[in-house]
């Protein structure tokens, strides 16, 4: 079965970078659009930032234009988020997430990982 598997997160301070990944499993990996999202408590969870089947990246907000970047390995069948210039608010769980749909990157993820938290605090 479809299996994504996010890592990666943890505590840094403001300014600091993380790189979360996400391993796939039980699909054809290089066919499908892969996106991250984020939560934090008491929020609605909220699109970060999604890489199509062919590499195209889209960038759900803007906040994270210049900071974060998304890229991904096929033959690893992993998805990776740089993120750099993290800014102090708090923690966010980061979810990775992919759609059966053809719409992809577009519109609604059908699966998705469990998380991995990240806190930004000094």
């Known amino acids: 079965q479809v299996q994504l598997v996010e890592s990666g997160g943890g505590l840094v301070q403001p300014g600091g970078s993380l790189r979360l990944s996400c391993a796939a499993s039980?699909?054809?990996?290089?066919?499908?659009?892969i996106g991250w999202f984020r939560q934090a408590p008491g929020k609605e969870r909220e699109g970060v930032s999604c890489?199509?089947?062919?590499?195209?990246?889209?960038n759900y907000t803007g906040s994270v234009k210049g900071r974060f970047t998304i890229s991904r390995d096929n033959a690893k069948n992993t998805v990776y988020l740089r993120m750099n210039s993290l800014k102090a608010g708090g923690a966010a769980t980061y979810y990775c997430a992919t759609s059966e749909g053809s719409w992809g990157c577009s519109g609604p993820m059908d699966y998705w990982g469990k998380g991995t938290l990240v806190t930004v605090s000094s």
């Open positions: 039980g699909f054809t990996f290089e066919h499908y659009d």
């Open positions: 890489i199509t089947s062919g590499g195209i990246i889209i």
